[in-house]
């Protein structure tokens, strides 16, 4: 059986400098080769630092990323993985006090909502309000608003390649 191959992107965006390594280790552990990412101070908060890293793995290797990562609550990170034969992609968003977020994604990085969850939505919603909350769930809005500060802060920085030991 041939294993599907995709890739994506880890986006750190706030790190304490103690655990810039032990992160390395983690996506290492994961990836199942050397990592050492570029870390550059993330100005949007003191004392934090960020980094970015393309990767290729397997169809799932995202979400692997997402559980090494999430070992530490104090960080701030996405994971994308783009869609593979067979398997659509995902965003994957971590904030500390809100936990991991999940959603499928289309070929355009854009966060894709199901039939059925939009039905129930209407079905439960009370009001145009509710469903609008309702909506920013689905979409995760909360993530989306805690990290757009630290997205703005990376913009332009390089991007290095990590390669999955298949």
Same mark, same amino acid.
């Given at each position: 059986?041939?294993?599907?191959?995709?890739?994506?992107?880890?986006?750190?965006?706030?790190?304490?400098?103690?655990?810039?390594?032990?992160? *390395?280790?983690?996506?290492?552990?994961?990836?199942?080769?050397?990592?050492?990412?570029?870390?550059?101070?993330?100005? =949007?908060?003191?004392?934090?630092?960020?980094?970015?890293? =393309? %990767?290729?793995?397997?169809?799932?290797?995202?979400?692997?990323?997402?559980?090494?990562?999430?070992?530490?609550?104090?960080?701030?990170?996405?994971?994308?993985?783009?869609?593979?034969?067979?398997? *659509?992609?995902?965003?994957?968003?971590?904030?500390?006090?809100?936990?991991?977020?999940?959603?499928?994604?289309?070929?355009?990085?854009?966060?894709?909502?199901?039939?059925?969850?939009?039905?129930?939505?209407?079905?439960?919603?009370?009001?145009?309000?509710?469903?609008?909350?309702?909506?920013?769930?689905?979409?995760? =809005?909360?993530?989306?608003?805690?990290?757009?500060?630290?997205?703005?802060?990376?913009?332009?920085?390089?991007?290095? %390649?990590?390669?999955?030991?298949?």
């Amino acid at each position: 059986m041939q294993r599907r191959s995709t890739q994506g992107v880890v986006f750190v965006h706030a790190c304490p400098k103690a655990l810039c390594q032990h992160v *390395d280790w983690a996506l290492e552990r994961v990836i199942g080769a050397p990592v050492s990412l570029s870390w550059a101070e993330q100005p =949007a908060q003191h004392g934090a630092y960020r980094a970015e890293v =393309a %990767w290729t793995g397997a169809t799932g290797t995202g979400a692997k990323l997402v559980a090494a990562l999430k070992a530490w609550p104090m960080l701030r990170f996405e994971v994308t993985e783009e869609p593979s034969q067979g398997s *659509d992609g995902e965003r994957m968003m971590y904030v500390p006090g809100h936990g991991v977020f999940r959603a499928p994604m289309s070929a355009n990085g854009d966060l894709m909502v199901s039939e059925q969850q939009l039905r129930h939505l209407a079905a439960t919603s009370g009001s145009g309000e509710s469903f609008r909350h309702g909506l920013d769930a689905l979409l995760g =809005a909360a993530w989306d608003d805690d990290l757009e500060v630290y997205r703005h802060a990376g913009d332009g920085a390089p991007i290095s %390649w990590l390669h999955q030991v298949v």
